[in-house]
């Protein structure tokens, strides 16, 4: 199974800043990952897939970059609802999730 | 609109069993492939299992192989999980979710979910 770890675990931001969120797969996989948001009480939604691809309707403020083993996700300039759970997902073999970053509010 | 609609969630004794059930509209149902992903209350996701658009391909992930069954009714537009010998580990909310056509294992729409409960 392929292990994704998330770093930070809690990143504090305030609106405007920018978020920078990392994704490292245990082996290489090699632009298989996405990102998925999730809010307090919702689903989770994709953001963005093949590393760094956005989804349909999905803010040009939120890019992905990587290959290999390692990703990032970036919201250059973080906005009141950005707040919330990131995970990375990859699908090189059976899929698996990182345990998640939380966005929150410094 | 796309819309997943879970059911069949539940409180159930250790060793149980529980059929949940998704259903869908808004999309060609049996033009996609789809999925049972979960999340145990305040943890991360977990991808369960998957059935391609003709049930030919499925998967389970290690935690619930010979225990869950997934299927799907094309006619109803539907997914189905089959949840046997339940134990505590099993407590979750459990997601239906479609793959996206960009990949198989590629989730582009999540219904809201539906919590079960294993617990004596």
């Known amino acids: 199974e392929i292990v994704l770890t998330q770093s930070p675990a809690t990143l504090s931001s305030s609106p405007g800043e920018r978020a920078t969120l990392s994704c490292r797969a245990s082996q290489s996989i090699s632009n298989y990952l996405a990102w998925y948001q999730q809010k307090p009480g919702q689903s989770p939604r994709l953001l963005i897939y093949?590393?760094?691809k956005r989804a349909t309707g999905i803010p040009a403020r939120f890019s992905g970059s990587g290959s290999g083993t390692d990703f990032t996700l970036t919201i250059s300039s973080l906005d009141p609802e950005d707040f919330a759970v990131y995970y990375c997902?990859?699908?090189?073999?059976?899929?698996?999730f990182g345990g998640g970053t939380k966005v929150e509010i410094k | 609109e796309v819309q997943l609609v879970e059911s069949g969630g539940d409180l159930v004794q250790p060793g149980g069993s529980l059929r949940l059930s998704c259903a869908t509209s808004g999309f060609t149902f049996s033009s996609y492939n789809m999925n049972w992903v979960r999340q145990a209350p305040g943890k991360g996701l977990e991808w369960v299992s998957y059935i391609s658009s003709s049930s030919t391909t499925i998967f389970y992930a290690d935690s619930v192989k010979g225990r869950f069954i997934i299927s799907r009714d094309n006619a109803k537009n539907s997914l189905y999980l089959q949840m046997n010998t339940l134990k505590d580990e099993d407590t979750a909310v459990y997601y239906c979710?479609?793959?996206?056509?960009?990949?198989?294992?590629?989730?582009?729409?999540w219904g809201q979910g539906t919590l079960v409960t294993v617990s004596s």
């Open positions: 093949d590393a760094s």
């Open positions: 997902q990859q699908r090189s073999s059976w899929p698996t």
């Open positions: 979710a479609r793959s996206s056509h960009s990949g198989s294992y590629l989730i582009d729409c």
